[in-house]
């Protein structure tokens, strides 16, 4: 009886399970790779058939080399110039579970024309102002012939290059954006507990020192004063007949305030996000 | 002599009052008795030695002669009598009224300290027996988790004695009137303004009140037995009589007394001394007069109680004047059944107490520190890490 009652809810939640995981398959299945070294996603479709697999193996190469990963993203996203470096910071930032902290995205928004590179963690040290520049124009032949397939090889190229160079001495980081993310923010974020712990660690214990102390007195009190004083109960031993009872008014006075109509209002929304570099939308 | 010893009309064995069947059981033949039985075929011998004082007077003697041989024992809280079965010196402290008799164990009635004033007006007999006031101890620490090991044992308590101990209850019926002024707030808006309105009354009330069953305990503090080795018989029964008061003639026996309270004294019963039998009991210290402003006070305040409780609705209600006439007052001297013992622990003597009529219990129980750590110990970690979870939720 008991197989027969569940196994329609087993085999229920297994099909859940199974078209959750092969819808998302579906959605990976489409031009997505990725791994510590690389990232590639083709989801504007720009590189057919063996195209796709000679750039990942490209990105793969630079990216052991460097020890970032390198990643290439189309997309279909239509993000306009000016929002380029914030949505796209933002799409790092959301899929952290595939993207590394130390990264070069370069990503190709297909739908609007916009291209942009993102730089994070040790990378973004290379990826100066000036090689900034150098790698926009090293790009634009390809891009202004549309030709992604070079334009790809070469982001990848000059990316290893950049590392072999190593960082430049006085270079300039203007086109780095300094996150508002604390490190107690980007601790929280990667390490929930262990912000937990180190920052509010004091103030748990406190409340466990706190409950193990009220615990150990109350059951001190309770064994010390075991049993309850027997008081005398009035209600229960007395009675009363009122023979005389007069509320004679004697006078009122009242007084008055004026309420404040002050009223605050306030409030504020924060957010926060990563130290990146970027390249402007190109 | 001054003594009276419950006998089994049946066989002669000392008889004892049974808490469980309220009447009066032989343990040798197994007859039972009922109080009336018995109390009708002693009333002649408890007639007698109610009105018995010379006994009194003879060891009276005797402590001023112990005290001339330069006995060092607190003499003053000790009386000797000889018990009418084995003919023993049965030493009590002065106000012990039955007791038992140390070398044969029989139950003896000390009659003449219940006689005259003394004689109670009634008592509330033993409802519950030894093995009942165990049990219910038991109860209680069956339910704590932190008692050393092999506190909760019933071979503890095998010493528990049932005491009557002497109480006044005070009836009284009384007129009093009180003058107070009491205030009414009210409050409201208008416009941007708030408004409060204090209106001022002078509230008269009298009243025919009827107070009943205020009590006080009519036991004095003494001094224990001094701890030394006792060097004849006599220092060593007088120690041992001096011990039982050690165990709850202290200070703390008011308080004892006072938790294990409430009595219901409508099952108070005349007072006749073969439900002493079996039992300890003690007379009287305190006198009428001794308590009684103590109860006028109490009394007055019950009274002023009772009238303000009537001036309901009123706020800050603050007494101008207040006045009584006592109409009537019924004091009765009654005995009440405690089941009481002790218990040593890190040399500490730790009093208990069980109402012999409802199984209230008191005390103050000893807590092993051990447990009680590691215990502690768990729920301190226990709510740290919950406090560590919520904190990863909320924070």
Not at chain 1, 131 to 149: I, Y
Request: glycine share 8%; charged share 25%.
């Amino acid at each position: 009886m008991m197989k027969t009652k569940s196994l329609p809810k087993f085999t229920s939640a297994a099909l859940a399970l199974l078209l959750a995981l092969g819808a998302t398959l579906t959605v990976f299945a489409a031009g997505f790779d990725y791994s510590k070294s690389y990232l590639l996603r083709d989801e504007a479709d720009l590189y057919p058939g063996a195209d796709y697999d000679n750039i990942k193996e490209k990105l793969d190469s630079v990216g052991k080399q460097t020890g970032w990963q390198v990643a290439v993203v189309t997309t279909e996203n239509n993000v306009s110039s000016s929002r380029m470096d914030t949505y796209y910071n933002n799409y790092y930032d959301n899929n952290r579970s595939f993207f590394q902290s130390d990264s070069v995205m370069f990503v190709i928004d297909n739908a609007s024309g916009n291209r942009i590179i993102i730089t994070h963690g040790a990378a973004e040290q290379y990826f100066t102002d000036a090689r900034m520049s150098e790698m926009k124009n090293a790009l634009k032949p390809f891009l202004s012939g549309n030709d992604m397939l070079n334009a790809a090889y070469t982001f990848a190229d000059k990316t290893l290059e950049f590392y072999q160079e190593g960082v430049p001495l006085n270079g300039t980081y203007e086109n780095h954006v300094e996150g508002t993310e604390s490190e107690d923010d980007r601790l929280k974020r990667e390490n929930k507990l262990l912000y937990v712990l180190t920052r509010w660690g004091w103030l748990m214990g406190l409340i466990g020192l706190a409950a193990g102390g009220i615990f150990a007195g109350v059951n001190v009190g309770r064994y010390k004063f075991n049993g309850k004083s027997g008081t005398y109960d009035l209600r229960e031993n007395s009675s009363m007949k009122l023979v005389d009872s007069q509320d004679v008014f004697l006078h009122k006075h009242t007084t008055s305030t004026t309420i404040s109509s002050g009223s605050s209002s306030g409030g504020s929304k924060g957010g926060g996000s990563s130290s990146h570099g970027s390249s402007g939308s190109f | 002599m001054a003594t009276l010893e419950y006998k089994c009309p049946s066989c002669g064995a000392p008889l004892s009052f049974n808490p469980e069947k309220q009447n009066f059981y032989c343990e040798f033949c197994g007859s039972s008795f009922t109080a009336e039985h018995i109390q009708s075929l002693y009333a002649q011998a408890e007639q007698t030695e109610s009105i018995n004082e010379r006994e009194v007077k003879s060891s009276e003697e005797q402590r001023d002669q112990a005290k001339q041989k330069g006995e060092e024992f607190d003499e003053d809280c000790m009386v000797s009598y000889s018990c009418p079965s084995c003919g023993a010196e049965i030493i009590t402290a002065e106000s012990t009224a039955a007791t038992e008799c140390y070398f044969c164990g029989n139950p003896v009635v000390l009659g003449s300290r219940l006689s005259g004033e003394f004689k109670p007006d009634s008592v509330i007999p033993f409802a519950l027996t030894k093995d009942m006031a165990v049990e219910e101890f038991m109860k209680m620490c069956g339910k704590k988790k932190f008692l050393p090991v092999g506190f909760a044992n019933k071979t503890q308590f095998e010493k528990m004695q049932g005491v009557y101990f002497p109480y006044w209850y005070v009836d009284e019926q009384m007129q009093a009137s009180e003058v107070a002024t009491g205030k009414k707030v009210r409050h409201w808006t208008s416009g941007n303004r708030r408004y409060t309105e204090t209106s001022t009354y002078r509230l008269f009330r009298t009243g025919d009140i009827d107070i009943r069953n205020v009590f006080e305990e009519a036991l004095r503090d003494k001094q224990g037995a001094q701890q030394k080795e006792p060097q004849t018989n006599r220092e060593a029964n007088a120690q041992e009589a001096m011990k039982y008061l050690d165990h709850y003639h202290d200070k703390k026996r008011h308080e004892m007394l006072q938790c294990v309270h409430p009595f219901d004294v409508s099952k108070a019963v005349p007072f006749s001394m073969s439900y002493l039998s079996g039992f300890k009991a003690e007379k009287r210290e305190v006198g009428k007069e001794d308590i009684a402003d103590l109860i006028g006070e109490r009394m007055d305040q019950y009274a002023r109680r009772l009238l303000e409780d009537t001036m309901a609705g009123y706020q800050a209600v603050s007494m101008e004047n207040y006045s009584d006439n006592t109409l009537g007052q019924q004091w009765r001297y009654t005995l009440l059944p405690v089941w009481i013992t002790t218990y040593q622990y890190k040399g500490q003597i730790l009093p208990f107490a069980i109402n012999g009529q409802t199984g209230k219990t008191y005390g103050k129980l000893p807590v092993s520190g051990g447990k009680l750590a590691l215990w502690s110990a768990i729920v301190a970690l226990l709510v740290f890490v919950v406090a560590v979870l919520g904190g990863m939720f909320f924070l």
